[in-house]
């Protein structure tokens, strides 16, 4: 039996990168499987796009290139943009969106720890707004040819794409309650593509991210505290919406395994740089993006919220963490 004292050894930052990035690889391996190969083409175009981007900023800033390229975040940055993107988008979408969150949103607000937005959501946002159309155009189950891909990317060939893309099940389900064309089970039961809980596929793609989140809460390189209180809010607001009108408003499971739900309650949310930092705040702060996902989702123009409702939130960061500090120890509240 070890001595005392006992001293809890530094984690790196470099350590905690390269568990989150191997967190992400069940997810992944869903995504390749039901999807192609096309993912891994957008995760090498962000990664290669985002080491530039970091490499040149650093030069401009006269900081040590080896340390800051060594440490992960940057390509952390880089795959979580990829995952939210469509696999099929064109090599430049990829990069120039990968380039502005490594750029504008990190390095110009003083580099890692100092952004007040979280990079990847920045991004997304910026290419949603600039190209909705698309961001519209995501991959069917049976799209996996992989030359028909490559040519979507790299040599804009967009002509087949009615036949390698379909809608999600969440924006026909959005488009379709719009348009006032039917009840909420009706659409989704007429939707191409529809699995036993969400898109075909797609559930699966979730269920992978579930297990890698699991995973890094027993690593303890995040808290339960943002997953839990996101997942805990998510599914009582489309509970409460569901059971007060279920023709209009969808099951909580279909929205929990659709879009990027779980995405981002165990790797978008828990951003240690922009999120909040007590223990009550974390709570809030994921409460509030659940919230404003779900509303978004139904009520908005977009059929997932999550970068929006991210960006959001981190803005009112500084306020959270203000207002629920615990109290020194000693001390009264």
């Known amino acids: 039996m070890n001595n005392s004292p006992y001293f809890r050894q530094p984690v790196s930052v470099q350590a905690v990168m390269l568990k989150v990035l191997a967190?992400?690889?069940?997810?992944?391996?869903?995504?390749?499987?039901?999807?192609?190969?096309?993912?891994?083409?957008?995760?090498?175009?962000?990664?290669?796009?985002?080491?530039?981007?970091?490499?040149?900023?650093?030069?401009?800033?006269?900081?040590?290139?080896?340390?800051?390229?060594?440490?992960?975040?940057?390509?952390?940055?880089?795959?979580?943009?990829?995952?939210?993107?469509?696999?099929?988008?064109?090599?430049?979408?990829?990069?120039?969106a990968t380039l502005f969150a490594i750029i504008v949103v990190k390095h110009l607000y003083g580099g890692l720890g100092q952004n007040p937005f979280n990079p990847a959501m920045a991004a997304f946002c910026v290419v949603i707004v600039a190209y909705p159309q698309l961001l519209s155009q995501w991959p069917s189950p049976a799209s996996g040819d992989f030359m028909n891909q490559w040519q979507m990317i790299f040599a804009g060939a967009r002509e087949h794409v009615d036949a390698l893309t379909m809608a999600t099940p969440l924006d026909a389900l959005r488009t379709g309650l719009h348009a006032g064309t039917g009840k909420a089970a009706a659409i989704l039961g007429g939707t191409q593509g529809m699995g036993v809980l969400a898109g075909q596929g797609w559930e699966w793609v979730a269920v992978g991210y579930l297990a890698g989140g699991l995973w890094l809460i027993q690593q303890r390189i995040i808290t339960w505290h943002i997953p839990a209180a996101f997942i805990a809010v998510f599914l009582a607001v489309a509970s409460a919406f569901h059971l007060g009108s279920a023709d209009r408003f969808a099951p909580p499971l279909f929205h929990l395994f659709s879009g990027g739900a779980l995405l981002?309650?165990?790797?978008?949310?828990?951003?240690?740089?922009?999120?909040?930092?007590?223990?009550?705040?974390?709570?809030?702060?994921?409460?509030?993006?659940?919230?404003?996902?779900?509303?978004?989702?139904?009520?908005?123009?977009?059929?997932?919220?999550?970068?929006?409702?991210?960006?959001?939130?981190?803005i009112c960061v500084p306020l959270i963490d203000m207002w629920t500090q615990p109290p020194v120890f000693g001390h009264k509240k």
């Open 23 to 96: 967190a992400l690889l069940p997810g992944l391996a869903a995504y390749v499987w039901f999807f192609g190969a096309a993912i891994l083409v957008q995760i090498a175009l962000a990664s290669s796009a985002a080491l530039a981007g970091e490499a040149a900023m650093l030069m401009l800033r006269r900081r040590p290139l080896a340390l800051f390229l060594s440490d992960g975040s940057a390509l952390v940055t880089a795959w979580l943009l990829a995952l939210s993107l469509p696999p099929l988008s064109p090599w430049w979408l990829t990069v120039v």
């Open 264 to 314: 981002c309650a165990f790797f978008i949310a828990t951003d240690p740089v922009s999120a909040a930092t007590t223990p009550r705040g974390k709570l809030i702060y994921a409460a509030g993006i659940a919230f404003l996902t779900y509303i978004i989702r139904v009520f908005g123009a977009y059929p997932d919220g999550i970068a929006f409702a991210t960006l959001l939130m981190n």
